[in-house]
């Protein structure tokens, strides 16, 4: 069973700094690609970020690119999305997901085939 478990959320003040993790089991973790996906109040789930299988290959969305560094340990099973300059829009619940291959084909939330429960991000002062 693919289980998928984020952690590290929190309330941060804006231009603060969070390190999110998303500890995979039940597949081979170093043979697919994973991402982050956001969902604000009030609105529909964003893609934010992707790592291919081996690491190497990075995507980001344009909102957080430059802020946001995604990474991946395959021998630890995890995954991290390490956020900075954070800022109120910002504030979502974040997702861990496995996507259905080694590498990612399109900036967006389609090939994504199971999901975390989320951890709450929110920047506030």
């Known amino acids: 069973e693919v289980q998928l478990v984020e952690s590290g959320g929190g309330l941060v003040q804006p231009g603060g700094s969070l390190r999110l993790s998303c500890a995979a089991s039940?597949?081979?973790?170093?043979?697919?690609?994973m991402g982050w996906v956001r969902q604000a109040p009030g609105k529909g789930l964003e893609w934010v970020s992707a790592?291919?299988?081996?690491?190497?290959?990075?995507m980001y969305a344009d909102s957080v690119k430059g802020r946001f560094t995604i990474s991946r340990d395959n021998a630890k099973n995890t995954l991290y999305l390490q956020m900075n300059s954070l800022k109120p829009e910002d504030t979502a619940v974040y997702y861990c997901a496995k996507y259905r291959g080694p590498a990612v084909v399109l900036a967006t939330i389609q090939g994504y085939d199971h999901w975390g429960q989320g951890t709450q991000v929110t920047v506030s002062s």
């Open positions: 790592i291919y299988s081996g690491g190497a290959s990075t």
């Open positions: 039940g597949f081979i973790f170093g043979s697919y690609a």
